[in-house]
């Protein structure tokens, strides 16, 4: 990154280096070869630099399905606990309703990793593909 002189009204303009450009042309692909990290922003992140990197949405598309079924994966130690002599009946509560949360936390992450896969753009030109003007229905009411 270099940094450009500052303008009329304080406004720094920077300029990326060659460097910089190899990075994000190539810097995402040892990302993808290392498999989704289970965080939903960093995998959306490394998606959206694949298809930028590459123009390949598929790619991209397959990457945050590994993550949707990773999270799907990780919902096993989320089981509920064992039988009811194992632990006194208040922390099994506690731990059974815990890991009902965890289950449903981690299958509505899942579920939006999937929706993400299937609404990424075709390409990252800058435009929006979704429609946001409002229809003559949606004004209307």
Not at 40 to 50: E, Y
Not at 73 to 82: D, K, N, P, R, V
């Amino acid at each position: 990154m270099r940094q450009g002189k500052p303008g009329v009204r304080g406004r720094t303009s920077y300029k990326v280096s060659a460097a910089g450009k190899r990075l994000l042309r190539d810097g995402w692909l040892p990302l993808i070869a290392a498999g989704p990290s289970g965080d939903i922003d960093s995998d959306l992140r490394v998606a959206l630099l694949a298809i930028w990197g590459s123009g390949d949405r598929r790619l991209a598309a397959g990457f945050l399905c590994q993550s949707a079924d990773k999270k799907m994966e990780s919902i096993a130690s989320a089981e509920l606990t064992g039988g009811p002599g194992a632990v006194a009946p208040l922390a099994r509560w506690y731990t059974d309703l815990r890991s009902a949360t965890s289950k449903a936390v981690l299958t509505a992450e899942s579920e939006a990793l999937r929706a993400m896969a299937e609404a990424l753009p075709r390409s990252l030109t800058g435009k929006s593909g979704h429609n946001t003007r409002a229809t003559k229905k949606q004004k209307g009411s």
